[in-house]
């Protein structure tokens, strides 16, 4: 193949990135303080959720097609969350906190209007490589999501190039006492916009939903190229099991609407309101929890503080560093809190050979069913608006 990109001068963001991303991961790039985010990835996976009123559907479709449907319209409709919402808040893309190693984030959505609680547990598995693992759950529907997310990065004619090691399995237990296991894998990412310090993410390639009913929707993206292209646009096809024939096909913008093309209905549309998890004041939160970990980093940089954010960093650090020697003397190692390693994920295995996924195995974290009760209190019965 021939490389057509043009040579250009790289900001020194681009440089700085180019260096760091030799090793494939950024996590401990020193960026410059204006794009240092407060937030810490540990939260992250809480984007799966932020329109539980999808996530809960998934429940309510009532045949296998229905349900591949319900399933890429959650899914489709939390690109949005995941993938732009660091621009909306804070006016570009921000190099998240590097969650230390046991880190945990906890945090609900309450049922209103009939959709049933849902409850996240979020646990840091790995400070280098950084792994999250994460199991998403609304008991009420029977539908819930387990996965892990970890990133290889390279840099290319000034973008980063994200690729998203692990993937998502949703389950959602059906009335006849089976249950309905879906494959998610992740898309690829391009972080553009480096040369103007002002990065943002574009999603590139497929991913995959193959459900273990034998449906299975690919969906491409074709966001804006260096030459052409709009931002943010995709098309998934969805098709039966055993066929290579779509059935539907879904276009449009993920960021806002899109449309079923054989009827031309809308299908998702994100323009409305979002609901971000809650989660316990900082102040009532243990002490490997997110935001109490990170509490006085975060507070440094939202209020421009970089002296105090470094120095408390640093503390936390050392920190580690002593715990990771301390083990070793004492020939210990770190348990997990709430999750099992498996080498092997016979769930991806069995469901990826159906569409050919790369790679054909991957390893998992099964969660143990161990979270406190979250709200620690039960929630006085408000009635919904
Ligand atoms: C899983 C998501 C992931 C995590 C982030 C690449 C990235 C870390 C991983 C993939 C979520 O479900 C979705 C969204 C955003 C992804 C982050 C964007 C980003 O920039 C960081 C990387 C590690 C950096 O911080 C790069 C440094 C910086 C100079 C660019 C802003």
Redesign the pocket.
């Known amino acids: 193949q021939v490389n057509l990109s043009i040579p250009i001068h790289l900001s020194w ?1 681009q440089r ?2 180019r260096i760091a991303s030799f090793s494939g991961d ?2 401990s ?1 020193t ?1 410059p303080p204006f ?1 240092l985010s407060p937030v810490s ?1 540990t939260e ?2 809480a ?2 959720c932020e329109r539980p009123e999808l996530f809960s559907a998934i429940a309510d479709a009532k045949t296998d097609e229905d349900r591949s449907i319900a399933v890429l319209k959650w899914f489709i409709s939390t690109l949005k969350g ?2 732009t919402s ?1 621009n909306e808040k804070m006016g ?5 906190l590097n969650p230390i190693l046991g880190e945990l984030f906890y945090g609900y959505w309450p049922n209103i209007n009939n959709r049933g609680q849902t409850n996240l547990v979020v646990e840091q598995v790995s400070h280098h490589p950084p792994i ?1 693992a994460y199991y998403i759950e609304n008991k009420d529907k029977g539908v819930h999501l387990r996965g892990h ?1 970890a ?1 290889k ?1 390279s840099f290319s004619s000034g973008s ?1 190039i ?1 690729k ?1 090691i692990g993937h998502a399995i949703l389950t959602v237990d059906l009335p006849s006492g089976k249950q309905e296991n879906f494959l998610i894998t ?1 898309p690829k ?1 391009r ?1 553009d916009g ?1 040369w103007y310090g002002s ?1 943002y ?1 574009e999603l590139t390639d497929t991913s995959f939903i193959q459900s273990s009913s034998g449906w299975l929707s690919s969906i491409e993206y074709k966001g804006k190229g260096y030459f052409s292209g709009e931002s943010h646009r995709y098309k998934a096809v969805v098709s039966p099991p055993r066929s290579n024939n779509a059935k539907h096909t879904f276009e449009g913008l993920w960021h806002t609407t899109s449309k079923h093309v054989n009827t031309g209905k809308v299908f998702t549309n994100v323009q409305g309101p979002k609901e971000e998890v809650t989660v316990l004041d900082v102040e009532e939160q243990g002490e490997w929890e997110s935001r109490k970990v990170w509490k006085f980093v975060s507070k440094g940089i939202r209020e421009g503080d970089f002296e105090v954010a470094s120095r408390e960093k640093s503390k936390i650090e050392n920190e580690q560093r002593q715990r990771r020697r301390d083990e070793a003397a004492a020939g210990t190692k770190w348990e997990l809190k709430h999750f099992d390693y498996v080498e092997s994920d016979p769930l991806y295995e069995d469901l990826g050979i159906l569409f050919k996924a790369v790679p054909p195995t991957e390893d998992a974290y099964l969660y143990k069913s161990n979270a406190p009760t979250i709200p620690p209190t039960p929630t006085p019965t408000t009635t919904a608006e």
């Open positions: 963001l700085t990135v950024l996590s790039l960026a794009i990835l992250f996976p984007y799966w995941q993938y660091r570009s893309e921000k190099k998240p999250t997310s990133q990065t980063i994200v998203q992740l990412l972080i480096l990065p993410i």
